[in-house]
């Protein structure tokens, strides 16, 4: 399986699906592809569902990870990611958090959606697939 996402564009939020092996650089892209994607639209809101990625990054990765989120996605007022509840670490949130990044972690899609302050209706804007994230 290859590392892929898929996109929404709903009224408040973007929500980004993503599956596939679990390696740095497809996540160093993903990030970067939504720097771009969030700025250009002037999004305010990102939610990352990474139920369905296969394998786990190391400990310094999602640090890393986290100091990329804060760092590239400043702009945003909120990013809630969701992993399986086996895989929550906090590492990637703990390093957000302590760059000013309101980056938290979630194991329900629900409770991240409250979090994000959220109506989950469909705006029709557009969804989009993609097998990597769009080029930066």
């Given amino acids: 399986m290859t590392f892929s996402t898929t996109i929404h564009r709903v009224t408040d939020r973007v929500e980004v699906r993503v599956a596939g092996p679990a ?60 992993v399986k509840a086996e895989e929550i670490t906090r590492n990637s949130e703990r390093a957000a958090q302590e760059l000013g990044a309101r980056l938290r972690v979630f194991d329900s899609e629900d409770e991240a959606l409250e979090w994000l302050g959220s109506d989950s209706a469909i705006a029709g804007l557009y969804t989009r697939d993609s097998v990597k994230p769009p080029p930066v």
């Fill in 23 to 82: 390696a740095i650089r497809d996540f160093v892209d993903l990030i970067q592809a939504m720097a771009q994607e969030t700025s250009y639209w002037s999004d305010t809101r990102l939610l990352v569902d990474l139920r369905r990625i296969e394998g786990r990054l190391s400990p310094e990765e999602q640090v890393f990870i986290g100091e990329m989120v804060a760092h590239s996605l400043s702009h945003l007022d909120k990013v809630a990611s969701v």
